[in-house]
């Protein structure tokens, strides 16, 4: 069964630095991963996502991953972070069984961004 | 235009009540799911629809019933509420395959905090 770890719950880092968000997944079949983000009070929207192909994943608001499958990892990264980019993090994997789809989330990574 | 709306936004109630959440989805989409976030903003998915039929139902009390008129709404109703039930509950759509893995994006409506006291 797949599953999700994300290895950070909390980063604090200041504005315009550089930061990454950590996953890792376990898998023993070809996967689907996913970066979603939830603002203060909101819902989860889509940053990116890896279906297949290039290893190398852009999104939106400067954000990218990198799958990495010998690692089974699937990082996060933005070379200069913003204020607005405080948020909670969601790594998820596409689980598919018996026929039917659910995504299997990670338990968040807080981005805290101080000016 | 909101793509996937949810009501109440805040429902705070007692012990033993029932309540609903309504969920409406304006995509056109299939599948619609229905998640809890606890206080530690773990997210887990409760059930599934697909085309208004239930595909996954985790293991959830059964004082939590979804419905789905059609298949641009989803409900849930809870009955006989109890503190552990206090969460954000979040429902999802999505374009909807099902036969094999997804690469859909899911959607995701504002979320209701409910607060049973």
């Known amino acids: 069964a797949q599953s999700v770890t994300q290895l950070d719950s909390q980063v604090p880092v200041f504005e315009e630095a550089p930061v990454e968000l950590r996953c890792n997944y376990s898998s023993s079949v070809s996967v689907y991963l996913f970066w979603y983000v939830q603002y203060p009070n909101q819902g989860l929207q889509l940053l990116l996502k890896?279906?297949?192909?290039?290893?190398l994943v852009k999104g939106i608001n400067g954000f990218e991953a990198e799958f990495n499958k010998s690692q089974t990892s699937f990082h996060l990264r933005k070379p200069s972070v913003h204020i607005s980019d405080t948020a909670e993090y969601f790594c998820a994997v596409t689980h598919f069984s018996g026929g039917y789809n659910k995504l299997i989330f990670g338990a968040g990574t807080r981005l805290a961004v101080h000016p | 235009d909101t793509a996937v709306s949810q009501t109440p936004k805040y429902l705070v109630t007692q012990m033993g009540n029932d309540k609903s959440i309504k969920c409406e989805q304006n995509l056109g989409h299939d599948t619609m799911y229905w998640y809890k976030q606890d206080s530690k903003k773990f997210l887990k998915i409760m059930f599934s629809?697909?085309?208004?039929?239930?595909?996954i139902n985790e293991t959830v009390p059964n004082r939590f019933s979804p419905k789905s008129p059609d298949k641009a709404h989803l409900n849930l109703h809870i009955n006989s509420l109890e503190l552990g039930d206090s969460a954000v509950y979040f429902c999802a759509s999505s374009q909807g395959t099902s036969g094999y893995p997804s690469t859909d994006t899911q959607y995701f409506g504002p979320g209701t905090r409910l607060t049973v006291l």
């Open positions: 629809y697909n085309n208004k039929e239930l595909i």
């Open positions: 890896y279906l297949s192909g290039s290893t």
